[in-house]
């Protein structure tokens, strides 16, 4: 039977920017932000980052150049981000 409702949408976090020289901003409204994981294109981790609250900035200034796979684990799920360290 055809229903007008709609599936509510499912937050997730808020990376940004995701092309970065330096800073790396995190945030959850109203969850609790667990670990932020950055792993290398190649597969190395890079960063691991015990979090509390629902917002974080990462400086990331000193890493390599490249592409990065950031890791947010929050309200027991996972989520993935590309980033760019430029």
Avoid: C
């Avoid at 994981?37 to 979090?51: D, F, H, I, V």
């Avoid at 400086?59 to 799920?77: D, N, Q």
């Amino acid at each position: 039977m055809p229903t007008n409702v709609r599936a509510a949408k499912e937050a997730k976090p808020k990376v940004w920017p995701r092309s970065t020289s330096d800073r790396l901003n995190v945030s959850f409204a109203g969850h609790d932000l667990q670990s932020l994981t950055l792993t290398s294109a190649g597969g190395e981790t890079m960063m691991r980052q015990k979090a509390g609250g629902d917002e974080i900035t990462l400086h990331i200034g000193s890493m390599p150049k490249g592409i990065y796979i950031l890791t947010v684990e929050a309200g027991g799920k996972s989520y993935y981000y590309k980033v760019i360290r430029k």
